[in-house]
């Protein structure tokens, strides 16, 4: 539903709260006293058929009807039942928000989260679930209808709806605490959105405590209407945060919340924690995910994609936002510490070390340092400084001091333990005072509770994060580690892709997958899948596809008569035969015993009478299983063929596993680790989103067992991780490709000295997929022939254009970049490349246009940027913002011309309503494009510029016109 009219809800000019009354236990009436007590400005009103004259010293009128002028918003604290009338009332009388903190949509003491599956209500129960009775059913139906009833009541009148059994939206900047939160909620700069309203409660009181205040806050509870990503939107466009922090319980549109969620993370600390990490916490009845032993995993790497920091609980949320908001951006993440005691600091190296970060090496300057002014006891000259229970202020001064500047450190932890000689207070005070003489971070943690306090309370106030123990400094230091990778992400600009598709690679892949379809199945046979796998050059093991013995005999003398030398010794045997049918070709399917017989693959065949007494055993074991499962006629199993392949042992080969497996809230997911029979107990299955680069690839080779496999065993570790993240890349694309894809697991993936082979694979099909991040639109590539004959591509650009971005401003003349980015900008920063290279195409586009061009020296080409064009789209879709560029020696050439039609075709396609963007007064090439394009030009006298637009769809609601005319 995006931000239509979400605006009423955080600045609305006139509220009526219906059903509060004066009775103690009222919730309207505790929602009505945040209100005064808070200072709300605007008009207020209550509606409540008692007929009081006042409520709380408000005016109070008995029904909506009676109501003199409709409010912008409505709260509802009615029973719960009463909602979808009153909804449908209010929308009626042109009511635009309406939150509704009522208690429960549901007729039953239970919590909404019990609600939602007949899991919880086993474990409300105190008990494993059982099977669904009468009553539950009707307590499921009944919440599916008044949610159902809710929504119809809202859709005939357009009225935004936030909740129900949300806590309510608290804006203290703008004096408006519509909630039932038991205390105030303080100004900041900090914006909280959750999905539970008893945690945001506690969240205000947490905050209170650490002097921490809110820009905004708001709880969705069971929101029917609007989402959490409508209100990240929000708050991207209209907010001025310095942080945000979430709750998630769960994700319902994986694409609009990562893409929301990128766009705040570019501008703002993001801050999240998730319920649900284990099977037994997550109550929604989240279906398992074929592969993934534990789904929250996904969730890590979404929200890092996505540059957001995770953290584990409210206290670690609390903790990560005071260092992030405190701390200069690290270089890395090497740690030293400061301490005067080595007990304490041993505490904090085992914390470090198990959290995955480094202790800093010092280098010869400041051992030698330390040695002289003798500051370290212990471990004299290495890392933890320990300056012993006889150091002074002024020790921990000057070892800070030395520390700090070494080259080889990227913060520094201080943890002291007061003495008589070092009181804690005075040991603060002093590094505060000489806190600028330190060039790195600074992190301190002191230990104790009375004469601790002190120092605490004077680093906070100085703006120098502290931590009650040596553990949670460290901690917050790899949250700082943390926050670094993600952003990096975030902001890189990968090397070139080894691997691009193209249409007839497509149609080849769409074709093996309708063969399927046509034929009545949902899954692919092994010939097919190794068809599919190796249109997109992936290799797989040499198989021959047989149906009987006597192929299978023939196949094998075929393959010795072909055999040259190398190959001798493989085709002799022996042989591994596979049978293939529907119910062993599923995905991520493991058995208890994958080597019996009834696993359908026999090994060590050493000719043609084993593989046909093999045949037979393995058909009459299909049989046998079809008996025993009663099955009959057409449930039969039917054997499709049988696969023959020479076993593939020596060469030092390394057994991986690679795929692509579907998750309910996040899509396509691509995965990788160990491979084997197993697989299934290795816990090496690492995942990422798709679409993937070099980078992201080798990222995720990093985090799995194998990656420190290649390193120790590799003869080449460079060339075999490069092998795998091409081959990743690969799956990324066939994913992007055939959204019909369910799942897709390659076990074994051969890695040996020569290359890494698919040896067994399956693959079946589903529903086409929505992705969680938009795959690269390879369908809006096309060729064009210049006026002047050059042939030139017009293509979406991508992440690893930042070569050809840096060459193309270095090709522009200070004017054309002053007439682009309105001052100049001699050089692009590498913020400003990833800004450019890597956009959400679900938001943005960005054509470019480029040629082959040869090389004279080196005989090859290489390709050059022409132009581009962008739009940046609202999250509503409304109104899209262009800039368009030429190079300078190219101008007049028509180039500007193509692209703009191009993407005024685009974005007609995308039912965007409107086209605007700001041209300066002496760019005349450009306002002559407008006018020829059809844009109306009009002066800007303000900010003395013209400002173009044009109108590429009508608007269908009296809400889109409005956004149309305000040109908000």
């Not at 149906?547 to 072909?562: G, H, V």
């Not at 190219?890 to 007609?908: D, N, S, T």
Request: include cysteine.
């Amino acid at each position: 539903m995006g931000m239509r009219f979400l605006r009423n809800f955080f600045e609305p000019t006139s509220i009526a709260v219906i059903g509060a009354s004066e009775k103690t236990h009222s919730l309207g009436g505790q929602v009505l006293r945040n209100l005064l007590e808070g200072g709300f400005k605007g008009t207020l009103v209550v509606v409540n058929p008692k007929g009081y004259d006042t409520v709380h010293g408000v005016p109070c009128v008995r029904r909506i009807s009676e109501l003199d002028t409709m409010p912008d918003l409505a709260i509802l604290c009615s029973p719960a039942e009463t909602l979808p009338r009153i909804v449908e009332k209010l929308g009626r009388r042109g009511v635009k928000a309406a939150l509704l903190i009522s208690g429960g949509v549901a007729p039953s003491p239970a919590s909404s989260l019990a609600r939602v599956t007949e899991k919880g209500l086993g474990m409300l129960a105190r008990r494993e679930p059982v099977a669904p009775d009468h009553a539950r059913l009707r307590i499921h139906s009944d919440q599916e209808s008044l949610n159902s009833r809710l929504l119809k009541a809202a859709r005939g009148s357009g009225i935004r709806l936030l909740g129900p059994e949300c806590m309510g939206v608290c804006v203290p900047n703008r004096n408006l605490n519509a909630s039932f939160s038991g205390q105030p909620v303080a100004k900041g700069k900090v914006a909280y959105l959750g999905q539970s309203g008893m945690l945001g409660n506690a969240m205000i009181d947490w905050a209170a405590g650490r002097g921490i205040g809110f820009s905004h806050l708001v709880t969705l509870g069971d929101s029917v209407d609007v989402m959490l990503p409508d209100l990240i939107d929000y708050l991207n466009q209209y907010g001025h945060a310095q942080a945000l922090l979430l709750h998630l319980e769960r994700i319902h549109d994986s694409m609009h919340f990562m893409t929301a969620l990128r766009e705040a993370s570019r501008n703002r600390l993001v801050l999240a924690i998730k319920s649900g990490r284990t099977p037994e916490a997550d109550l929604f009845g989240t279906h398992v995910t074929p592969g993934i032993p534990n789904r929250d995993q996904i969730v890590d790497v979404a929200l890092a994609r996505a540059g957001v920091v995770r953290v584990n609980d409210s206290e670690d949320m609390f903790d990560a936002l005071e260092t992030l908001n405190r701390m200069k951006p690290l270089r890395g993440d090497r740690l030293a510490i400061v301490s005067n005691g080595l007990g304490p600091a041993l505490l904090a190296i085992d914390k470090l070390m198990a959290g995955g970060g480094k202790l800093a090496e010092l280098s010869k300057e400041s051992r030698d340092a330390l040695l002289k002014d003798q500051l370290d006891v212990s471990l004299p000259g290495r890392n933890p400084v320990d300056l012993g229970g006889n150091a002074t202020p002024e020790d921990f001064v000057a070892a800070v001091n030395i520390v700090a500047n070494d080259q080889g450190v990227d913060a520094v932890l201080v943890v002291h333990a007061p003495t008589r000689l070092a009181p804690s207070k005075d040991t603060a005070e002093a590094l505060i005072t000489h806190r600028k003489q330190f060039r790195r971070n600074l992190l301190t943690s002191w230990m104790g509770l009375e004469q601790a306090l002190a120092a605490r309370h004077a680093c906070h106030a100085a703006g120098i994060p502290t931590y009650l123990s040596p553990e949670k400094g460290v901690k917050a230091f790899l949250q700082m580690v943390d926050y670094q990778r993600v952003q990096s992400l975030l902001q890189q600009t990968p090397p070139s892709l080894s691997f691009t598709t193209s249409a007839e690679i497509r149609a080849r892949a769409h074709d093996l997958v309708h063969s399927a379809r046509r034929a009545g199945r949902e899954w692919l046979t092994h010939s097919e899948t190794a068809q599919v796998l190796e249109t997109y050059g992936i290799a797989t093991a040499a198989s021959h596809y047989v149906s009987d013995a006597a192929e299978a005999a023939q196949a094998i003398a075929a393959l010795r008569q072909a055999a040259g030398k190398e190959d001798a010794e493989m085709a002799a045997g022996p042989f591994a035969l596979r049978v293939v049918h529907e119910h062993n070709s599923q995905p991520f399917r493991y058995r208890r015993f994958p080597q019996r017989l009834s696993s359908g693959v026999v090994q060590d065949l050493n000719g043609p009478e084993d593989i046909a007494l093999a045949m037979r055993r393995i058909t009459s074991k299909v049989i046998e299983r079809d008996d025993e499962r009663g099955r009959s006629g057409s449930e039969r199993t039917r054997i499709h063929e049988f696969c023959l392949q020479p076993m593939r042992r020596g060469k030092h080969s390394l057994q991986l596993s690679a795929g692509i497996t579907r998750d309910e809230e996040f899509g396509p997911v691509v995965v990788f680790g160990l491979g084997g029979y197993k697989v299934n107990v290795l816990v090496d299955r690492q995942v990422a989103l798709p679409p993937l680069n070099m980078t992201l690839a080798r990222e995720l080779i990093s985090r799995s067992h194998a990656s420190r496999l290649i390193e120790e065993h590799s003869p080449d570790p460079e060339r075999d991780i490069a092998r795998l993240c091409t081959l990743l890349i690969k799956l990324s694309q066939l994913a992007s490709d055939l959204p019909d894809i369910r799942g897709l697991e390659i076990n074994p993936l051969l890695l040996n000295r020569d290359e890494a082979v698919a040896v067994d694979f399956t693959l079946d099909l589903g529903k086409p997929a929505r992705f969680a991040i938009m795959p690269y639109p390879e369908e809006l590539r096309e060729w064009v022939r210049l006026e002047d004959g050059t042939e030139v591509e017009v293509r979406p650009i991508r992440a690893e254009d930042a070569p050809l971005i840096t060459a193309f401003h270095a090709r522009l003349s200070e004017e054309s970049i002053r007439f682009r980015y309105f001052h100049h900008k001699a050089s692009l920063t590498q913020r400003d490349l990833a800004l450019l290279a890597q956009i959400n195409y679900d938001r943005q586009m960005a054509f470019i246009a480029e040629r082959e061009v040869s090389e004279q020296e080196e005989g090859g080409s290489r390709r050059e940027m022409l132009g581009v064009v962008r739009v940046w789209n609202d999250p509503d879709n409304i109104r899209t913002e262009f800039s368009v560029i030429i190079r300078d020696d190219l101008q007049g050439e028509g180039i500007g011309r193509l692209l703009m039609e191009k993407m005024l075709r685009y974005c007609r396609s995308l039912g965007t309503l409107e086209m605007v963007g700001k041209i300066m007064m002496d760019n005349h090439p450009m306002r002559a494009l407008m006018k020829h394009l059809g844009f109306t030009c009009r002066y800007n006298m303000e900010e003395q510029v013209i400002d173009a637009s044009i109108r590429l769809n009508e608007p269908t609601s009296d809400w889109q016109r409005l956004r149309l005319e305000s040109k908000a």
